[in-house]
Nanobody, 115 residues
Framework: QVQLVESGGGLVQAGGSLRLSCAAS????????MGWYRQPPGKQRELVAT???????NYADSVKGRFTISRDNAKNTVYLQMNSLKPEDIAVYYC?????????WGQGTQVTVSS
């Protein structure tokens, strides 16, 4: 059973920071490209950032310079450090694992930014 468990969402004022965490099953983590996606209210899910097993990263233009994705292979965990948060960052954030067995999603965690 592949499991992704997110944590760290919440309510923050504009300009503030949050760190999201996603703990993955050990059997899939180390060889997987991990990613964070988000779904704003009334909109489709969109890419936020990805990180390969080798540590290469990719970011959506809207978060470059503000968000940082990282992974700790010893803890089977991927993180999303979000700084300088804006109201337009309000969304449900989902962790994703691209594995040789397929694509897996976490349950999502809500991020709300007050202006």
């Amino acid at each position: 059973q592949v499991q992704l468990v997110e944590s760290g969402g919440g309510l923050v004022q504009a300009g503030g920071s949050l760190r999201l965490s996603c703990a993955a099953s050990r059997t899939i983590f180390r060889s997987s490209t991990m990613g964070w996606y988000r779904q704003p209210p009334g909109k489709q899910r969109e890419l936020v950032a990805t990180i390969t097993s080798g540590g290469s990263t990719n970011y959506a233009d809207s978060v470059k310079g503000r968000f940082t994705i990282s992974r700790d292979n010893a803890k089977n965990t991927v993180y999303l450090q979000m700084n300088s948060l804006k109201p337009e960052d309000i969304a449900v954030y989902y962790c994703n694992a691209q594995t040789i067995f397929g694509s897996y999603w976490g349950q999502g965690t809500q991020v709300t930014v007050s202006s």
